[in-house]
């Protein structure tokens, strides 16, 4: 088992093909979270109030793409950390947090596409950033950190995959929406990197970046070495299959096989 498989969903009662009711959201709720989530953005980039001057105005626009960046990590982060413990195998014996965080985990998607959408938007928009619409969908193309901006494009396409087919799981044939969600593990490194490599302030963002780094990766560690602990080795299936010494004395006697058939005696 791999750090990729670490991440993926195996819970039946997780799954998208699982029996239980499904808790996405409704069209009518859809509409009023991305109000809302209209509204947030608008509100925390600060764009309220006309710009002043020139030079603010272009830093509004900078400011957009890089808040709504790194609310697009930050809730990525909070859905890889979700789906981590809905997968635990603890979770499935003990915690049994299945049915409170798994509509959590699929809901966080809509708000983790629609602010990398305004992140996309804003670092288009901005003609300062040298990123352009070309370099934001095309790998290698800005002509800003060009290589930095490619892997977040590559994060974008990834999450697109994962994401996607996680909640489309009827279009797919079956099982293969697991193996492509195991692209998370792939989707949380390229942002990971993408978010430190591009961003002009990434060194007072630092302690961000690491905190959440590490606790992605001791997460993933964690379960992965518990999977592995009770995953059965060679030796103990071994001791499993061999009789135990109480069932071996508790077992009766054999009777002993005679050496030749009895004699019968004429009549």
């Not at 509509?103 to 950033?129: C, G, K, Q, R, S």
């Amino acid at each position: 088992m791999s750090l990729v498989s670490a991440l993926t969903i195996r819970d039946p009662a997780t799954s998208p093909s699982a029996n239980a009711p499904s808790m996405r959201l409704s069209g009518r709720a859809f509409v009023v979270t991305a109000a809302a989530l209209g509204l947030l953005i608008v509100v925390s980039t600060n764009q309220i109030l006309p710009a002043t001057s020139a030079y603010q105005a272009q830093m509004r626009v900078w400011l957009a793409a890089r808040a709504a960046g790194i609310t697009t990590y930050l809730l990525l982060t909070l859905q890889v950390l979700l789906g981590l413990v809905l997968s635990h195998p603890v979770n499935q014996s003990t915690w049994k947090l299945s049915k409170r965080l798994f509509p959590w985990h699929e809901n966080l998607l809509v708000f983790v596409i629609a602010f990398l959408a305004a992140h996309i938007v804003a670092i288009v928009a901005d003609p300062y950033a040298g990123v352009g619409l070309p370099g934001a969908f095309i790998p290698g193309l800005s002509s800003y950190r060009s290589s930095a901006v490619a892997l977040g494009t590559l994060s974008l396409y990834a999450l697109l995959a994962t994401g996607l087919t996680a909640r489309y799981t009827k279009l797919l044939p079956p099982g293969v929406w697991l193996k492509l969600h195991r692209l998370t593990a792939v989707v949380f490194v390229l942002a990971w990197m993408h978010g430190v490599l591009s961003g002009s302030d990434s060194d007072g963002l630092m302690v961000m970046y690491v905190a959440t780094g590490a606790l992605v990766l001791g997460a993933a560690a964690y379960r992965y070495w518990v999977a592995k602990r009770r995953r059965p080795t060679f030796s103990t299936s071994l001791a499993a299959a061999s009789p135990t010494p109480a069932a071996s004395a508790a077992a009766p006697a054999a009777s002993p096989r005679p050496d030749r058939p009895p004699e019968v005696s004429p009549s």
